[in-house]
């Protein structure tokens, strides 16, 4: 409970150094981008032509080669959404229900990739993945494969990359929702007669929704975006929609065209937003 | 057995999360020459050419010098907008909570190229100053959280009742409301830090070749010629450094609850 | 006659704590049954094991001729009511309520009559659309009730049903947990600390401490003839004074907090043959406040009054040799005199006498008892 104090100037002021920075800092470039992305670069200059156009969208929408990246960005995201799920509930529910003691350490455990950033990790893993890396290594070992399967350069090896990257971002939303549900509602299902199966399906999946649609809000959008690891492990090969956005920033320099792909990218989170929002609110009304 | 189901299930997930990092650790004491695992030969040969490399020092110090000033920042006037904000209308309060979160809802791969622009044309591209208020500007939204977070939660009647025994204002908040918020100003500092330390995104847009930063000379290492031993020593000693912080912060919130 | 839940031998720890020291019941079809004892005492842990969600360390439970020992809480047929009512926060109130039906697989028109007379029986059958958010503690309380009751369970527990209720409530639901009890005819066990609610609901008590099962009797028997002095002091409200008492010079004297005292009547006959120091309990109801010095009084010094409306609480302490003087609370209906005055206590019933060591009985008074 905190008792409001004398709002005077003072008071007042002491926010303007940081809505100043964000506004100057954040807001203004962004509004530029947004404008930008109707402007226009004519072809072999670098002079912006700021008359109102949509030729950018237009572009990205026709042009085969963004479309695929479209595609195949938001075919990632999906599938990483999805194993994020499938890998943090039954982690979540651990740590909630069963951790006790280790509860601390495994939660610090599943950060550490994100604190290390998205570098250090990504470095690991295309060792792990590599031709001669330990998962090849250890099929070939156990005779389960003659030839290395080629996971760098590949979606399937950006897909482990990703989901690795932003599990923490499922499961810390989720063991959120399960913190706050009272064991004895479990209780009262079992005692009620449902099988440890339904107690699950009946009463814990439905009350974690909120979490499950947070979490893959969280995924998704850092999936939709995500630059560095996509780079890395697809070895340049496969290019994501940020990808094609900084390509387009940095080295053709088409700034126009590179805020429309951007705006598509935001376009896009702030519909699945939209979406899951009127999920919820359908999910509250039955 | 379902219970044990469970837990070996989270163990390999755990497994899965931390093997890049362990990976990464025990390849660097790696003798050969080029980066493999499972190491063959121990040594430290490339801890001591990380040491030596010249390059990837003073990517070190940037990335430091820009970390501490863009902290410095972000805790300043995040802890002062937290303030302000406690105290404000409700109305006024939401608008300016969702200006200041602002920068974590646009992935910084967006706000970026856009950075990329306005830098330069007003001339500030590669410099240290447009440097440090990027990343001041995407860290502050972290500080504000967390300051918003440890001052709600500080009773302020405490500092209504050091008043009333005679101690004044600024007394009372130094000598009651300030060691009470050390846990937040840590947490807020370290987080700053981090996250502008890993930050590759944004300094990979804007910093030019005078400012480059450990993550962005990683990177570059990375696109261009592979792996290098060298990269997985430092990136050894980051980690490193990261536990010993975290663990650090453990050992010294445990001691803060405990007095 | 065979007990309808039979409880043998139930053992449980956790590491070096025992929760539960060998646990014998029998508890009839039936029934009402409290289990009361403090925090501590066991008495939820026995519950939980009941209900299934623990499994006993040894022992068994065998419930209308089956040994339930080992199943698991889906299989009892047992309906649990919650301290904190454990009512799912994403269905409405009729969807709560036939969720065990749901689970027996009865739905339909079926599931509709049982919840409409389950929801009848708490007196909730207009809220069946209401959620849980929607309702006051109290009919949350009587929702939780209604959703065990709805599948006929073979027994129904209740984990202090009372204690998250403001005192006003307290006082009506207990008289609808009897209603209720009439109503379904259902074996009904129910954990509560607070005596008052066991004594006032129950048709037996069963006291718990420590793990122990103390005593189990109806709840006049165990007011009026606690075994054990946890049981004396714990039952009653003010409880039971509990004195020192030991054998007095001569025969016929007893030395009470260092006193001589010379009993008469009951006390006298429970008194005759005690050889080594004891407790005496005496309820406060049973002591008599004299002015004068009368055959068989204590003699004691009014040290303070405490007015309860419709009666009085004297603090009486013993003129004797032990320090400090044990204080006897007595009830009187009547006007008091000064503090400080001398006053003689008349006991007309001895609750009971408890060895030293031990803390159960060394005798008891003679009197029916509730068996």
């Known amino acids: 409970m905190n008792t409001r104090g004398p709002v005077n100037l003072s008071t007042r002021l002491l926010v303007v150094p940081g809505v100043a920075l964000v506004a100057f800092v954040f807001l203004a470039p962004f509004l530029l981008l947004v404008a930008m992305s109707f402007w226009s670069q004519p072809a072999g200059s670098l002079l912006i032509d700021p008359t109102p156009t949509l030729k950018n969208y237009e572009r990205i929408f026709s042009d085969a080669y963004y479309l695929r990246g479209l595609s195949r960005t938001l075919w990632l995201s999906t599938a ?72 760098l350069g590949t979606q399937t090896g950006i897909l482990i990359g990703l989901v690795q990257a932003f599990l923490p971002l499922m499961v810390l939303p989720l063991i959120a929702v399960l913190d706050r549900l009272p064991h004895s509602l479990e209780e009262a299902a079992m005692s009620l007669g449902a099988r440890p199966v339904q107690v699950w399906w009946r009463i814990v999946l439905p009350l974690a929704a909120p979490g499950v649609l947070a979490g893959s809000v969280l995924v998704f959008c850092a999936a939709l975006t995500s630059f560095v690891t996509p780079q890395i492990l697809g070895q340049g090969k496969i290019a994501t929609f940020a990808a094609m956005t900084w390509q387009q920033a940095s080295l053709v320099l088409d700034w126009p065209f590179a805020a429309a792909l951007a705006m598509v990218m935001l376009g896009l989170m702030v519909g699945l937003g939209a979406l899951m929002l009127a999920l919820s609110r359908v999910g509250r009304s039955e | 057995m379902r219970r044990n189901l469970l837990t070996g299930f989270t163990a390999l997930v755990v497994l899965f999360t931390v093997a890049p990092l362990l990976v990464v650790v025990f390849s660097s004491f790696d003798d050969g020459k080029f980066f493999r695992f499972p190491p063959r030969e121990l040594s430290l040969r490339w801890f001591r050419a990380a040491f030596d490399s010249a390059e990837y020092r003073s990517s070190l110090l940037n990335s430091t010098v820009v970390g501490l000033l863009a902290t410095a920042i972000s805790v300043t006037f995040g802890t002062a907008a937290a303030l302000g904000l406690q105290r404000s209308v409700l109305k006024s309060r939401a608008v300016l909570e969702a200006v200041l979160l602002a920068p974590l809802t646009l992935p910084l791969v967006i706000w970026a190229i856009a950075l990329l622009q306005i830098y330069a044309w007003l001339g500030i591209g590669g410099t240290l100053s447009g440097l440090v208020l990027a990343h001041a500007t995407f860290t502050l939204p972290f500080s504000v959280r967390v300051m918003l977070a440890t001052c709600s939660a500080i009773d302020p009647g405490l500092e209504l009742a050091a008043r009333s025994l005679g101690a004044r204002p600024w007394q009372a908040f ?78 010294f919130s445990r001691r803060a609850l405990r007095t | ?143 939780a009730i209604a959703r065990a009751i709805a599948i006929k369970p073979r027994l129904l527990l209740l984990d202090e049903p009372l204690s998250n209720l403001d005192a006003v409530l307290r006082q009506s639901v207990r008289v609808e947990l009897r209603e209720l009890h009439e109503r379904t005819g259902l074996t009904t066990i129910m954990v509560t600390h607070d005596q008052v609610e066991a004594l006032t609901v129950a048709d037996r008590v069963a006291l718990m401490e420590k793990g122990e099962l103390l005593q189990i009797d109806s709840p006049e028997a165990l007011y009026t003839h606690p075994a054990s002095a946890f049981a004396a002091t714990f039952l009653g409200s003010p409880p039971a004074n509990l004195i020192p008492v030991a054998p007095g010079v001569a025969r016929g004297v007893v030395s009470i907090a260092g006193a001589a005292w010379r009993p008469i009547g009951p006390a006298e006959r429970v008194l005759s043959d005690l050889c080594a120091p004891a407790r005496l309990a005496l309820r406060p109801e049973t002591l008599a406040l004299h002015l004068q010095d009368t055959p068989g009084a204590i003699s004691g010094l009014l040290r303070a009054v405490e007015y309860m409306g419709g009666e009085r609480l004297a603090h009486v302490e013993i003129t004797g040799t032990s320090s400090p003087a044990p204080v006897l609370l007595v009830r009187s209906a009547h006007s008091l005199p000064d503090v400080g005055q001398k006053v003689f206590i008349l006991p007309s019933a001895i609750t009971g006498l408890y060895d030293n060591d031990s803390g159960s009985h060394g005798k008891s008074a003679p009197a029916n008892r509730g068996d």
């Open chain 1, 80 to 151: 990483t959404v999805a194993l994020s799920l499938i890998l943090g509930f039954p982690v979540a529910f651990w740590i909630v229900r069963r951790a006790g003691r280790l509860r601390r350490l495994v939660t610090a455990l599943m950060l550490l990739p994100m604190v290390c950033g998205a570098l250090l990790p990504t470095l690991g893993l295309v060792n792990l993945l590599a031709p001669l890396g330990i998962i090849n290594g250890t099929l070939k070992e156990l005779g389960l494969i003659d030839k290395a399967i080629p996971l």
């Open chain 2, 174 to 251: 130094a000598r009651i409301t300030l060691p009470l918020a050390f846990p937040g100003l840590a947490t807020s500092a370290l987080l700053s830090f981090f996250i502008s330390f890993n930050d590759v995104i944004v300094s990979t847009f804007i910093a030019g070749s005078s400012w480059m930063t450990f993550p962005v000379r990683l990177y570059s290492q990375l696109r261009g010629q592979g792996i290098d031993p060298t990269t997985l020593a430092i990136g050894t000693m980051v980690i490193a450094s990261i536990l010993l912080v975290v663990m650090l912060t453990e050992i």
């Open chain 3, 1 to 143: 006659m065979t007990a309808y839940l039979t409880i043998r031998d139930v053992r449980k720890s956790y590491g070096r704590a025992i929760a539960l020291n060998s646990i014998d019941m029998d508890i009839s079809r039936g029934e009402f049954l409290a289990l009361l004892g403090p925090s501590g005492s066991g008495k939820t842990t026995l519950l939980r094991i009941m209900a299934g969600l623990l499994i006993p360390d040894r022992g068994s439970l065998v419930l209308d001729g089956i040994d339930i020992t080992k199943a698991p809480a889906w299989d009892r047929d047992i309906g649990l009511v919650f301290q904190n009512y454990a009512l799912f926060p994403h269905m409405n109130v009729r969807r709560n309520v036939g969720f065990g039906l749901d689970m027996r697989a009865i739905r339909g028109a079926e599931a509709d009559r049982r919840i409409d007379e389950a929801l009848e029986i708490v007196s909730m059958r207009q809220y069946g659309t209401r959620r849980p958010d929607e309702l006051s503690g109290g009919q949350q309380q009587r929702i």
